[in-house]
């Protein structure tokens, strides 16, 4: 099997996997109109690796002379690590700036994994084969992978063992000879359109109890017993026009139920390892907050955007104070951007000497760009005003009859009226319909809540350093 193209990709989609929307079964994802904005955006993503204009961001050459992708591909050099960014950056210039879940951050947690070899083997050494071999396949198909982290958690008062319904966290029911079954429940964006997930623990105490939850594999979207119970979708009937990240991005969460699912030693990372779920979750975002950050930092920059496109069509832009307001925003993009790019350059070796942006600085950025994201979409939402909500549709603008009433209540000078409510209805998806407010909730939940990143800042900041200066400022000796 070689790179994906588009039309192979949403072919590859029609395997019998088992989604549910609206209480009905989808026949055919491909077909839904729930899933057809991001899958088209999927499908160009994987036509993007095969033209000349973005194939070096997206793949590189093997030793062999053959294209991989490079969404898979270990950072063994700090090129490596630069040449993410670069790849990231290209798809959300090129498909679409708000875009969170297609595949370059999902696999990292295997890199942590790789990483680990040493811990792994200790306990299993089909372990680590499982993932480099996983690895291969990925870089050389670039099968889309989505992550599964998050369980349902259930009474949040008790541990995993202590559930009435095991089933609230995912766990292993049964160790066989050929592998293992598992049952319980994740959510996952973007599963109904993607391959693979990996499959890893959430948050937990690792205590010898919580034994069997503590798991982690790489399962096909369609392998039997695993099902897709989707989230309403937010597209139902919107215009391109009226709503366009709505209609094109909406990007389908999905309730992955696990019913006695068999999964075979050569994808199992690890079962029943307290230690192994620990070593995964301390690092689980090394690499994959480097994506967040860059999804952030694109973001931001089309949450200016979007302010200075609409305030320049309705001639407020040379107002003292909507320019601090925007310039509110640019903060948040600059900083965002001076994270990315200091975590880059003060780059850090890991255990096995793969390259890892700083984690201290990114830990940081992490939570500035959670906790800001929604600080800046509401000075847009100052900047724009009231009117983006109550914008009238295409279809008003287009009617014979009132169509020339809303041209000339919306044209200003030589800014016609469908530029004005195309930058009007951008700004509101950015900021007040429901895509706005989803996109709002990812971006504080999606890191883990911001108490959780907190704390991974906490645990790698140096505060041996920070203490030393302090004392010697105090004049303590020892
Ligand atoms: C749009 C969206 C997409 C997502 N996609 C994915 C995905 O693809 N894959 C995936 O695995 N997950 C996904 N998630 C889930 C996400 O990872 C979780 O929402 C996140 O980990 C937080 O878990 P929770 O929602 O259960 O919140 P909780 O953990 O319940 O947190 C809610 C609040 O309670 C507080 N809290 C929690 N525990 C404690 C405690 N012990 N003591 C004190 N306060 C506490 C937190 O600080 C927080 O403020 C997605 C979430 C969103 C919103």
Request: hydrophobic share 40%; proline share 4%; with cysteine.
């Amino acid at each position: 099997m070689t790179l994906l193209t588009g039309a192979e990709y949403i072919d590859s989609l029609r395997d019998g996997r088992e989604v549910w929307m609206d209480g009905e079964r989808v026949e055919d994802v491909t077909k839904h109109p729930a899933f057809a904005g991001m899958i088209k955006a999927a499908a160009r993503m994987y036509d993007m690796q095969h033209e000349e204009a973005f194939q070096d961001q997206l793949t590189y050459v093997d030793e062999a002379g053959v294209r991989r992708s490079r969404f898979y591909k270990l950072p063994e050099t700090h090129e490596d690590l630069v040449n993410r960014r670069h790849m990231t950056m290209s798809i959300l210039n090129e498909v679409s700036s708000t875009m969170d879940r297609f595949g370059d951050e999902t696999v990292t947690p295997l890199f942590v994994m790789h990483d680990r070899k040493d811990l792994l083997d200790k306990y299993d050494t089909r372990y680590h084969a499982n993932v480099a071999r996983w690895l291969d396949k990925l870089q050389r198909t670039n099968l889309f992978m989505s992550s599964a982290n998050t369980d349902l958690k259930g009474d949040r008062s008790k541990q995993p063992f202590q559930q009435p319904d095991k089933d609230h966290y995912l766990r292993v029911v049964e160790e066989r000879e050929d592998g293992i079954i598992v049952s319980g429940a994740k959510y996952e964006t973007g599963a109904s359109y993607a391959h693979v997930a990996f499959v890893k623990p959430t948050v937990g105490a690792w205590i010898p109890e919580n034994t069997d939850f503590a798991v982690a594999f790489v399962v096909p979207m369609n392998a039997k017993g695993v099902k897709h119970i989707c989230r309403a979708p937010l597209a139902r009937n919107v215009d391109e026009f009226d709503r366009p990240l709505t209609a094109k991005f909406d990007e389908i969460d999905t309730l992955l139920v696990f019913e006695n699912v068999f999964i075979p030693w050569e994808d199992v990372v690890f079962s029943r390892k307290p230690d192994l779920a620990a070593a995964i979750r301390a690092d689980l975002t090394r690499w994959a907050a480097q994506g967040f950050l860059l999804r952030s930092l694109a973001k931001a920059d089309t949450l200016v955007g979007a302010a200075l496109l609409v305030s320049e069509q309705s001639r407020v832009d040379t107002v003292p104070q909507v320019k601090d307001r925007i310039s509110k925003i640019m903060v948040y993009r600059e900083a965002l951007n001076a994270f990315i790019l200091a975590a880059e350059a003060a780059a850090q070796r890991t255990i096995s000497g793969l390259w890892m942006p700083n984690q201290a600085i990114q830990n940081a950025g992490r939570v500035y760009a959670s906790t800001n994201y929604h600080h800046a979409v509401h000075d847009l939402r100052d900047v724009i005003g009231g009117s983006p909500i109550v914008v009238p549709s295409r279809k008003s603008l287009e009617s014979n009859e009132i169509g020339p009433i809303v041209e000339k209540y919306f044209r200003i000078g030589n800014t016609g009226a469908e530029n004005r409510m195309r930058a009007m209805n951008l700004a509101c998806d950015l900021t007040n319909s429901a895509y706005a407010g989803r996109a709002q909730c990812y971006q504080i939940f999606a890191e883990t809540p911001i108490f959780a990143q907190s704390m991974a800042l906490y645990s790698t900041f140096d505060r041996d350093g920070a203490k030393m200066r302090a004392a010697k400022m105090a004049g303590i000796r020892e």
